[in-house]
T-cell receptor, first 107, second 116 residues
Framework: GIQVEQSPPDLILQEGANSTLRCNFS?????LQWFHQNPWGQLINLFY???GTKQNGRLSATTVATERYSLLYISSSQTTDSGVYFCALRRDDKIIFGKGTRLHILP | DTGVSQDPRHKITKRGQNVTFRCDPISEHNRLYWYRQTLGQGPEFLTY????????KSRLLSDRFSAERPKGSFSTLEIQRTEQGDSAMYLCASSHPAGRYTYEQYFGPGTRLTVT
């Protein structure tokens, strides 16, 4: 089946720093989403981005489907950005999450 | 649009008991998904419905698990004869097709199950 790898698994940054999270996948996909899971467990939609680039405030994402990767950029990190970031892929009717990147933003 | 809701938010049960969880999707979303998430892992797909039809079931969904969506609106997930390994967060999501192959998913807050 399709494999999803996220890197790095853990990231600790000082408030104000920038970060890049990566999602590699092993096969073509129909769609790709990025989620943020907050400390209470709620999954929050960040981007629906099967290809191309999108920006929303301090966050932006780029998916290069032909090279099978997606990147999530967080600029000027805030403590509220802490949590786990997941990419999730859908191919046909299979929906697969990566293991996530755990981000800690220190004040 | 009130978002996806799940009930209960927490459930503690003794091994061997049956439990049932409910999910109310975003209104007019025709697809509804169930996932399970254990500590330190990403959510794992269990099953999904399009309207009232259950279209896909993961091998993770053992015979003790059953899901229904009788009228194409809310869904229930029942676990019979619970085991300690069933302890996890159970997440529900819904989506509405915006075009072929899209189906952006929106998640509920989850039901955290603890089996003692």
């Amino acid at each position: 089946g399709i494999q999803v790898e996220q890197s790095p698994p853990d990231l600790i940054l000082q408030e104000g720093a920038n970060s890049t999270l990566r999602c590699n996948f092993s096969d073509s996909v129909n769609n790709l989403q990025w989620f943020h899971q907050n400390p209470w467990g709620q999954l929050i939609n960040l981007f629906y981005i099967p290809s191309g680039t999108k920006q929303n405030g301090r966050l932006s994402a780029t998916t290069v489907a032909t090279e099978r990767y997606s990147l999530l950029y967080i600029s000027s990190s805030q403590t509220t950005d802490s949590g786990v970031y997941f990419c999730a892929l859908r191919r046909d009717d299979k929906i697969i999450f990566g293991k996530g990147t755990r981000l800690h933003i220190l004040p | 649009d009130t978002g996806v809701s799940q009930d209960p938010r927490h459930k503690i049960t003794k091994r061997g008991q049956n439990v049932t969880f409910r999910c109310d999707p975003i209104s007019e979303h025709n697809r509804l998904y169930w996932y399970r998430q254990t500590l330190g892992q990403g959510p794992e797909f269990l099953t999904y419905f399009q309207n009232e039809a259950q279209l896909e079931k993961s091998r993770l969904l053992s015979d003790r698990f059953s899901a229904e969506r009788p009228k194409g609106s809310f869904s229930t997930l029942e676990i019979q004869r619970t085991e300690q390994g069933d302890s996890a967060m159970y997440l529900c999501a819904s989506s509405h097709p915006a075009g072929r192959y899209t189906y952006e998913q929106y998640f509920g807050p989850g039901t955290r199950l603890t089996v003692t």
